[in-house]
Nanobody
Framework: QVQLVESGGGLVQAGASLRLSCAAS????????MGWFRQAPGKDGEFVAA????????AYADSVKGRFTISRDNAKNTVYLQMNSLKAEDTAVYYC?????????????????WGQGTQVTVSS
């Protein structure tokens, strides 16, 4: 079993920055891709950012492009989401996910493992 544990959420003012972390542990697991998704109250979950672990190709939702950056530390089995210039509409629970093999790294259905989520609240 693979465990993903997110951390780094919190309450910040608009314009501030946060860095989310996702630490992977458990059974031997080589992920093809890791991603971040979010769900705001009353809204459907949405893709935020993802990365191919081999090659490092990345993808971002249009709403976060230029503000958020996904990165990784292979030695620590950790993926990060650096979030800058946060807006009130970024308020959501952010989930880390890992895929054993993803045809498209932006699709929720391609991911096999999920973290418990971390709350990000941005006050305007």
């Amino acid at each position: 079993q693979v465990q993903l544990v997110e951390s780094g959420g919190g309450l910040v003012q608009a314009g501030a920055s946060l860095r989310l972390s996702c630490a992977a542990s458990g059974s031997t697991f080589s992920s093809d891709a890791m991603g971040w998704f979010r769900q705001a109250p009353g809204k459907d979950g949405e893709f935020v950012a993802a990365m191919r672990m081999s090659g490092g190709n990345t993808a971002y939702a249009d709403s976060v492009k230029g503000r958020f950056t996904i990165s990784r530390d292979n030695a620590k089995n950790t993926v990060y989401l650096q979030m800058n210039s946060l807006k009130a509409e970024d308020t959501a629970v952010y989930y880390c996910a890992a895929s054993r093999r993803a045809r498209s790294i932006t699709l929720r259905a391609e991911y096999d493992y999920w973290g418990q989520g971390t709350q990000v609240t941005v006050s305007s």
